[in-house]
């Protein structure tokens, strides 16, 4: 079946470094993505992993292992503006074509 | 201007009424996704479409119906709307590559009473 776990929450402080881990179990792994969520608001796009290994991106990279279904997000240089929810998604089937959602998780940068 | 568009924004309701949602993209994109949004369940999927004549259900998608009007129009209709389809509902556009990302719209927050 299609299950994503991610934690629920979590809290840091304004200039460290947190990371945000997700495990998955699927069928026809297409990539995963990190989606940034600010309350009210529209999903954006923060990064896409499809083979294993570190994908950087400024302050923000992920990781991907395959064969453990599991990937992280790993933001560097905490801003306040960082505090918002974090959502990990896997896509699926050989075309691609459904994407599946995490719960999300919701980060609060603290002074 | 924004490239995917959702109208209404915000909507308030009774049970038992009609409801059209409406969704708009200039990105050129096939495929287009209606989402459900709860607190603490994430994105779910209602319906989606790869063109125009193409829809599909998605896990959730009693209750609900779609209609691809064209190729940048997607609209969600709750035909007797209930309190539990109270939501925040999010269209999305993707382009054929599965390795793009997809675009979401600003969101209708929907209360059904």
């Known amino acids: 079946g299609q299950n994503i776990d991610q934690p629920t929450e979590m809290t840091a402080t304004e200039g460290a470094i947190v990371q945000i881990n997700c495990t998955y179990q699927?069928?026809?792994?297409?990539?995963l993505f990190w989606y940034q969520q600010h309350a009210g608001e529209a999903p954006t796009f923060l990064s896409y992993n499809v083979l294993d290994g570190l994908e950087e991106k400024g302050r923000f990279s992920s990781f991907l292992s395959r064969s453990k279904g599991y990937s992280y997000l790993l933001l560097k240089e905490l801003q306040m503006k960082d505090s918002a929810s974090y959502l990990c998604a896997v896509r699926e089937g050989a075309g691609g074509f459904k994407t599946i959602f995490g719960a999300g998780t919701r980060l609060f940068v603290k002074a | 201007d924004a490239d995917v568009t959702q109208t209404p924004r915000n909507r308030i309701t009774k049970t038992g009424k009609r409801i059209m949602l409406e969704c708009s993209q200039t990105k050129g994109h096939d495929r287009m996704y209606w989402y459900r949004q709860d607190p603490g369940l994430g994105l779910r999927l209602i319906y989606y479409s790869f063109d125009v004549k193409d829809i599909n259900k998605g896990e959730i998608s009693d209750g609900y119906s779609v209609s691809r009007q064209a190729q940048a129009k997607f609209s969600l209709s709750l035909e007797s709307a209930i309190p539990n389809q109270t939501a925040l509902y999010f269209c999305?556009?993707?382009?054929?590559?599965?390795?793009?990302?997809?675009?979401f719209g600003p969101g209708t927050r929907l209360l059904v009473l």
């Open positions: 699927t069928s026809g792994f297409n990539g």
């Open positions: 999305a556009t993707a382009p054929q590559s599965s390795q793009e990302t997809q675009y």
